[in-house]
């Protein structure tokens, strides 16, 4: 079935560093990418998403694009700051059984000041 | 509501016992999906409704759990003989349509300790 592995954490950084958190998938077809944050204390958000080979899904200057050929969605960010602290999921929506989200195990980021 | 509620924040049970989880999503979302996150893990898929019947229940483990959505709204997540397995963060989220491309909001999960 549908699966997603991403980078063990926890990841920690000083302020201002480069981020990569890497995300492979397994999965039939062409599925649509997600990447999520879940914050201190609250519930999951979407971060940004790719329902393609070769897009770029960008938001709050993440970014990530949609590999088909390495079948990665890695997440990056060029300079994290304090507030960019949470656990990150990688998550995928399959062709089949298109109604429901995979998820990676998750990577806590911690960012140092 | 402006978000997806989930109510009680915190349940701890005994084993054996029976527990309801409930979400009430936001206001016109027709597809409802309930996950379950244990610690440390992704969030697992458990079920998904559209509208009041059950479309996709393939995710619950076993039957100890079902779930109910009886008006298209509400929803509540039942699990009988409750086991210390059990424990985990229950998360329900809800989209406008089924699979829509955005993905779902989520609520912020019901913590439940079998003791």
């Known amino acids: 079935g549908d699966s997603v592995t991403q980078m063990e954490g926890p990841v920690t950084l000083s302020e201002e560093a480069f981020l990569t958190i890497n995300c492979t998938y397994t999965?039939?077809?062409?599925?649509?990418l997600f990447w999520y944050v879940q914050y201190p204390g609250e519930g999951l958000q979407l971060l940004l998403k790719a329902t393609k080979a070769d897009d770029k899904g960008s938001n709050k200057g993440f970014e990530a694009t949609y590999r088909k050929e390495t079948t990665s969605f890695h997440l990056e960010k060029g300079s994290v700051q304090v507030s960019d602290s949470a656990v990150y999921f990688c998550?995928?929506?399959?062709?089949?059984?298109?109604?429901?989200?995979?998820f990676g195990q998750g990577t806590r980021l911690t960012i140092n000041p | 509501g402006a978000g997806v509620s989930q109510t009680p924040s915190n349940k701890v049970t005994e084993k054996g016992k029976y527990v309801e989880l409930r979400c009430d999503p936001i206001s016109g979302h027709t597809a409802l999906y309930w996950y379950r996150q244990s610690l440390g893990q992704g969030p697992e898929f458990l079920i998904y409704f559209q509208g009041t019947g059950a479309a996709d229940d393939s995710g619950l483990p076993n039957d100890r759990f079902f779930a109910v959505r009886p008006e298209g709204s509400v929803s509540t997540l039942k699990i009988q003989r409750t086991e210390r397995g059990d424990s985990a963060v229950y998360l329900c989220?809800?989209?406008?349509?089924?699979?829509?491309?955005?993905?779902?909001?989520f609520g912020s999960g019901t913590r439940l300790t079998v003791v």
């Open positions: 998550a995928l929506r399959g062709v089949q059984g298109a109604q429901k989200l995979v």
């Open positions: 999965a039939t077809g062409y599925p649509s």
């Open positions: 989220a809800s989209s406008l349509e089924p699979g829509q491309a955005g993905g779902y909001t």
